[in-house]
């Protein structure tokens, strides 16, 4: 018997059944109840606000796995079937989820606290689940937008909020390595300010014959004595993998150095050598718990312990040691460590269990939609974030995701320098192939800007009729198996030597700042520029309040339209200027800002803020513009936010620029200024 079958017995207590319904309705709650066991939950009511919540009206009488077939992979569905078979209510605060929303066509991103009760019928059997929901959304946003704004200072490279802290972070990895191949991606949730940092470390490594190793491993104990040991081992492991190339030579001097290394008895390391080429993985359990499988087709497992114990406990490492394993293009190898499974209030058998289905979900495409993430990325930051905002963590927590790709083709264009779109084309097609790459987009961003300049050098200088329909250039880019950028941009040009001015000849300066090596060949057939960069992919190194906030994805290529906009709101005058500063585009700035400033007459502010690509030939006009304010005594204020695109390339130029928006932003007497560049200083308005 239902709970519906005996209404009319709770009359008397309750109201009448179609009163009931009424005030049910209309309250102002998002409220629903659920009969059924765990696999056969069936919606039996739902309020009216809660309908328009979800943005359907076609809920109820159906089952909640098929009325919400999207939240598979989210652990919302599990918590109304563990009440459902418990009896034993479930809450949770701030819980993300995305939903489709057919009322908006789309699909939806919310956070939601809730509290799921037992439903019992009048006999007092468990008969199913209420959930009682909170749209906090707007709350969360609220916050988020908040912590944003206060987050621009730790753009200066990491400001960690205590010693220990900001300590580990320079002992880790900033990165790991852009590979053909193997997509790497790596996250490590930080300890709460109240808990000593932990000895988790990792770390991803090219060996001379191309293979990669993953490294993960754990020292005992926390604090700064933990970080400072796990430090020394971290790269004590890297030296002697890339010294040797061979996992059992460096584990063997790691392990005996762990006898002389303060506090590195006892530590575990789980390494995994693989090879992109072949899928071919070896690796070692030193005491520490064994990789994660999850195959592109089929289910999450657990590799084998391999049978090595801790370093520096008297163990030896050889073959026997050693356990194997192939991975498939599209198959993930998953390192961790035992914080992941050290969570309050369960086993380790349960998290265990927890950990292969959640990260199995993520690797299958299922749990929350974050678009613009690799898939090791979504891995790495949804696992972390799933699996902790329910239980917590007592713990620090690495995880190190592997994938097998097929390696991307070379990028091979040729283009006509007859055209202003040119650039922009140019621009669009490398990002889209570096993305396709898995670049990260603040080495798209050097890259480009890079080629780019390369390009422009030839539009002005290699041609002298640009209407020449031998005006060409060529641009062939490959990534190698050590992670290394090449790129080359050819010309048929004549060379003709640079002439470095404080408003001319920059770009091949700007270019050579901006990557690791830059080397110029030309010769009676043209000019070659090549350009090498090492690419890392930055690690996610995280708190609490970061990892709940969800993951900066990189965004979808598009195009740059340029926008030159007046905003009168500002007590003097001021210019916005977003898109791209380039060969193309900066006649228009130059004329626009002349006439916003009546040509050097009165002061000026331009806000740089959503510039793209400020190329030489930009700066040159700002040179000339921050000359000619000079000369007449006022002043252009050129205002760029801090590691935005302007920012860097003013920094490197030494173009005197404020960090601090003069209008709106406090402090704004702390303006960044490079000595010696520049006539002109920042000043208040």
Not at 400 to 421: C, E, H, I, Q, W
């Amino acid at each position: 018997m239902s709970v519906a079958d005996d209404d009319q017995d709770l009359s008397w207590l309750a109201g009448d059944a179609l009163t009931v319904r009424r005030v049910f309705d209309q309250m102002p709650l998002l409220v629903t109840a659920l009969e059924g066991d765990a696999a056969q939950l069936r919606v039996v009511a739902m309020t009216a606000q809660y309908r328009q919540f979800v943005g359907r009206q076609d809920v109820v009488g159906r089952m909640l796995r098929e009325a919400f077939a999207e939240f598979a992979g989210q652990q919302i569905l599990e918590f109304f079937e563990r009440v459902a078979v418990t009896g034993v209510a479930e809450t949770a605060r701030e819980f993300r989820i995305t939903f489709d929303r057919p009322d908006l066509g789309d699909q939806v991103e919310v956070f939601v606290d809730f509290t799921i009760s037992p439903f019992y019928g009048p006999d007092g059997r468990l008969v199913g689940a209420l959930g009682n929901v909170q749209d906090v959304t707007e709350r969360v946003r609220e916050r988020q937008a908040a912590q944003a704004q206060a987050a621009e200072a730790q753009a200066r490279y990491e400001q960690a909020r205590d010693v220990i802290n900001a300590l580990q972070r320079e002992l880790l990895p900033a990165g790991v390595p852009v590979l053909p191949g193997l997509e790497v991606a790596a996250s490590y949730l930080l300890a709460d300010a109240e808990t000593a940092a932990g000895g988790d470390w990792f770390d991803a490594v090219v060996l001379p014959d191309e293979r990669v190793a993953l490294i993960v491993g754990d020292v005992v104990g926390h604090g700064l004595a933990a970080s400072a040991t796990m430090g020394q081992l971290r790269v004590l492991l890297r030296e002697q993998l890339l010294a040797s190339g061979d996992l059992l030579t460096a584990l063997t001097r790691v392990n005996t150095a762990a006898a002389w290394v303060p506090g590195a008895k006892a530590a575990t390391v789980c390494v995994a050598v693989l090879d992109p080429a072949t899928g071919t993985v070896t690796y070692c359990t030193a005491g520490h718990p064994a990789p994660l499988l999850l195959p592109a087709a089929g289910e999450a497992r657990f590799l084998p312990i391999s049978g090595a114990g801790p370093l520096g406990v008297g163990g030896t490492f050889t073959a026997a040691v050693l356990g194997t394993a192939t991975l498939d293009t599209a198959d993930t190898i998953l390192l961790y460590t035992d914080g992941i499974l050290e969570r309050p209030g369960t086993t380790i058998a349960q998290s265990s269990v927890e950990l292969a289905q959640v990260a199995g979900d993520i690797a299958a495409g299922y749990g929350i939609r974050d678009d613009g993430l690799l898939p090791t990325q979504r891995i790495c930051g949804q696992t972390l974030e799933l699996l902790t905002r329910r239980t917590g963590r007592a713990d620090d927590i690495t995880l190190l995701a592997g994938r097998r790709t097929n390696p991307p083709k070379s990028l091979n264009l040729t283009f006509s320098l007859v055209g202003d779109d040119q650039l922009e084309v140019l621009r669009t097609e490398l990002s889209d192939w570096l993305a396709g790459c898995g670049v990260d987009a603040h080495d798209d961003g050097v890259v480009r800007h890079a080629v780019v300049e390369l390009v422009t050098n030839s539009l002005e200088h290699a041609y002298l009729d640009r209407a020449d329909a031998d005006a060409t250039c060529e641009l062939t880019a490959t990534i190698g198996p050590d992670g290394h950028l090449h790129a080359q941009v050819t010309d048929r040009g004549t060379w003709r030597k640079p002439q470095p001015s404080p408003d001319r000849g920059l770009g091949l300066q700007l270019a050579e700042a901006m990557v690791d090596h830059l080397r110029i060949r030309h010769d009676q057939h043209g000019t070659t520029a090549t350009i090498d960069l090492t690419l890392t992919r930055p690690a996610w190194l995280l708190t609490t309040d970061q990892l709940n906030a969800g993951h900066p994805a990189r965004p979808p290529g598009q195009s740059e339209p340029l926008l030159i906009l007046d905003q009168p709101w500002a007590p003097t005058p001021r210019i916005r200027v977003d898109g791209p500063i380039d060969a193309a585009t900066t006649n228009h700035v130059e004329r626009a800002l002349r006439e916003a400033g009546a040509v050097g007459t009165r002061n000026l502010t331009v806000d740089l803020t959503g510039v793209t690509h400020l190329a030489s030939a930009g700066v040159a006009a700002l040179h000339r513009l921050t000359a000619i304010h000079h000369t007449n005594d006022t002043t252009l204020q050129l205002y760029a936010p801090i590691a935005g695109p302007a920012d860097m390339i003013l920094t490197l130029v030494g173009l005197n620029h404020t960090t601090h928006d003069p209008h709106t932003t406090p402090g704004n007497d702390e303006a960044k200024a490079a000595p010696d560049h520049g006539p002109d200083d920042p000043v208040e308005q």
